[in-house]
């Protein structure tokens, strides 16, 4: 355990939507009668030719500053989470820094990191606002995997959203708000979800089989190191990845389906982005309230993955 929380979070969506009809119009050859059964996705928005990952995170986190009245110069800390980069270099959270506005007393960094992005950046947050170094760390995830997919790719095309998400961790006088975590990396699937020559290329089959295998074994571990059994847990959060993979976890570990959240439909897969815009949504439906323990479960690209379990601080 750490003692950090989360206090805010939000997300923006860029403007242009493409819905299952749009592809069908560029791919008449796609089944989408046997296509949508299995994403449970209808829709993805997608940032404009000069819309980019930092766009995007620039908005969600000026939307957490307005919606919650938060004074951007007590943020202290600024960690960006995406594949997407602006640049090779500068580091893209130095030029976020500037564009919000935020102290030059701000430390500033990206990391690499896809679907299970989000889990280790609430890690580095968390452990750094428990370590006294930051009070206030803003942790933004962002990507335009739209840009790396080519037109014809239909396992991609079909799956991926562009978005944005911003949390703010804080310091926590409770334990237990946040963690513990479970985090790992298994680099020999580092050729199962790749960019070469600036285009995604996904082997899907194996993708799944390292889900099956890997994410109900994460979830165990994570259950026996909190000491926590599956039936104290409020909510399920998992990488919205689409709907035959969140199908085939809940299968596998007999969750009750009231338990999972599921917010893919209309946004689709937005890689680290996922699992904070699925907490927003579940706040705003009602599905998670303050005191709920919710499990957080990110999986992917590495192969890569991480669990923690997070203490809701949310409005009641």
């Not at 004074?71 to 600024?78: A, E, F, M, P």
């Not at 594949?83 to 701000?106: F, G, H, W």
């Not at 165990?220 to 104290?232: A, Q, R, T, W």
Request: overall charge neutral; hydrophobic content about 40%; proline content about 4%.
């Amino acid at each position: 355990m750490i003692n950090a929380k989360i206090t805010h979070i939000e997300y923006y969506l860029p403007g242009k939507i493409v819905t299952n009809k749009d592809l069908a119009k560029d791919n008449p050859d796609w089944d989408f009668k046997l296509i949508e059964p299995k994403t449970g996705i209808l829709s993805r928005h997608i940032a404009g030719e000069g819309e980019s990952a930092a766009d995007l995170a620039v908005r969600a986190a000026e939307r957490l500053f307005e919606k919650n009245s938060i004074d951007r110069n007590s943020v202290d800390t600024l960690i960006f989470c995406t594949q997407s980069p602006d640049y090779l270099l500068p580091t893209t959270a130095c030029v976020m820094q500037e564009k919000l506005r935020l102290p030059v007393n701000t430390a500033a960094f990206d990391f690499n990191l896809g679907c299970s992005g989000y889990i280790y950046g609430l890690a580095i947050a968390g452990a750094m606002a428990n370590a006294g170094i930051s009070r206030r760390a803003l942790l933004l995830c962002a990507e335009t995997y739209s840009k790396y997919i080519a037109p014809d790719d239909r396992t991609s095309r079909t799956v991926f959203g562009d978005g944005g998400a911003a949390t703010l961790i804080e310091p926590s006088k409770d334990a237990g708000m946040l963690g513990p975590f479970v985090l790992g990396t298994d680099g020999k699937g580092m050729d199962k979800i790749i960019v070469r020559e600036q285009r995604l290329h996904i082997d899907g089959p194996a993708v799944f089989m390292f889900t099956m295998n890997k994410v109900p074994e994460c979830v165990n571990e994570l259950l026996v190191k909190s000491g926590k059994k599956i039936s104290d847990i409020d909510l399920f959060v998992f990488h919205q990845a689409s709907k035959i993979v969140i199908d085939n976890i809940v299968r596998i570990l007999s969750l009750d389906e009231s338990k999972v959240f599921r917010g893919y439909e209309k946004i689709g897969n937005t890689v680290s982005a996922s699992i904070p815009i699925a907490l927003k949504q579940a706040e705003e439906e009602g599905r998670i309230k303050k005191g709920d323990l919710a499990m957080l479960v990110g999986f992917g690209v590495g192969y890569s993955w991480g669990a923690s379990l997070l203490r809701w601080e949310g409005r009641s």
